[in-house]
């Protein structure tokens, strides 16, 4: 049960939609390296939530928990961002993974397979899964990393609408159909992997289930797309 349209009542909302925090949290958290605590998470998705409560003019619906989903994902993806969890020699790591992807895809006139980039990369096969595995706290994209030296930020590149918020330049409509257009560009597994978990939210164990492959194994399949996908963003 909804409250009243106009009337707010913060504890109640608090109550109600605490459970939202903690499934985004918990969502997000699959994605993210043990060293980060799911707790701090869902304390910063509780700021979002607060934010939200705030913030909403509309009627408190279904819209609302819309609108605080995002807040509660935006505040968890602030605090991961400033905490800067993942170490420099990790990103360093998915860096040249995405640097060899760009050379071979520019050689080859296509994306490359997981044996050409291990073989590109001086690995074997099995060495190129350990790293995959090993960066898949790389899971979030940041949109620093859009923005080369002496280069425009790349939203404000999309929206040169000064007065928008950040949320409401990620909820462009051309960014939006960028990120759709490089999903479909991708090699069919990772396209598969990258509807289950994101279209139909299906953890990455469920996924494994689905595909008869271990969880590890969609872990690595889901890094590999994340890093073409930012391939493809970063060329905005």
């Known amino acids: 049960m909804y409250p009243t349209p106009g ?5 109640q909302f608090i109550v109600e939609f605490t459970p939202l925090v903690k499934r985004i949290a918990h969502h997000m958290m699959v994605k993210l390296p043990p060293s980060v605590e799911v707790d701090d998470l869902i304390q910063a998705g509780m700021i979002g939530l607060l934010d939200a409560i705030n913030r909403y003019e509309g009627s408190y619906g279904r819209q609302f928990e819309s609108y605080a989903a995002q807040r509660i994902r935006g505040s968890i993806l602030d605090e991961l ?14 860096r040249q993974i995405e640097v060899t992807m760009r050379a071979l895809e520019q050689r080859l006139g296509c994306p490359p397979s997981e044996q050409e980039l291990a073989t590109e990369l001086n690995m074997t096969l099995d060495e190129y899964h350990e790293v995959l595995q090993e960066v898949r706290g790389v ?26 918020e950040p949320l409401e330049i990620l909820l462009d409509k051309k960014l939006r159909q960028s990120l759709v257009a490089a999903i479909e560009n991708l090699p069919p597994k990772e396209k598969i992997v990258m ?15 689905v595909l008869g492959v271990s969880e590890s ?11 073409r996908l930012r391939l493809r963003l970063r060329s905005l």
């Open 139 to 164: 899971q979030l994209i940041y949109y620093e990393d859009f923005q080369e030296e002496d280069e425009d930020h790349f939203l404000d590149r999309l929206c040169s609408d000064s007065e928008n």
């Open 195 to 209: 509807g289950m978990h994101y279209e139909q939210e299906m953890n990455l164990r469920e996924i494994g289930e």
């Open 81 to 94: 961002r400033e905490s800067d969890w993942l170490p420099r020699s990790l990103r360093k790591k998915m």
């Open 7 to 11: 009337i707010i009542n913060k504890e």
């Open 217 to 227: 194994r969609i872990c690595q399949i889901h890094t590999q797309a994340i890093a």
